[in-house]
Structures are given as structure tokens and as C-alpha cells.
């Protein structure tokens, strides 16, 4: 019964780690249009790269 608890428990710790990757890869970018791809912002915020990660800013924020 141990055993299988600690198998249930490597599996989640496993999947937990694979999804957080899948989700830092997807933000990542290196221009401006990469984000308009991956990021879907409400208006009126644009998807911004800013330091290499996606980020919703507002559009008057991306002039200065």
C-alpha cells in the first residue's frame, strides 16, 4: 500500500513539474508579435514583450 501511495505521489509531484514548464514556455517571447500569438488581453491592454515575458499593458503605457 506504501508503495502505491508513493507511485500516486511521484506521478502528481511529475505532472505538477511538466505543467509548469508547459506554462512558462508559452509566455516567453522576444518581439512584440510573439505575445499578440500567445496572449489574449481585454481592451484596452495590447500583449507586450517586456523583459523576454508576455504582458498585458495598457495601450497608452506602451508609448513611453
Known amino acids: 500500500m506504501a508503495k502505491l501511495m508513493m507511485f500516486f505521489y511521484v506521478m ?11 506554462r512558462r514556455r508559452s509566455t516567453e517571447c522576444r518581439n512584440d508579435s510573439d505575445c499578440e500569438k500567445m496572449v489574449k488581453c481585454v481592451l484596452p491592454r495590447i500583449a507586450r514583450c517586456i523583459k523576454y515575458r508576455c504582458q498585458c499593458r495598457n495601450f497608452l503605457e506602451s508609448f513611453e
Open 12 to 22: 502528481i509531484y511529475f505532472f505538477v513539474l511538466v505543467a509548469c514548464q508547459k
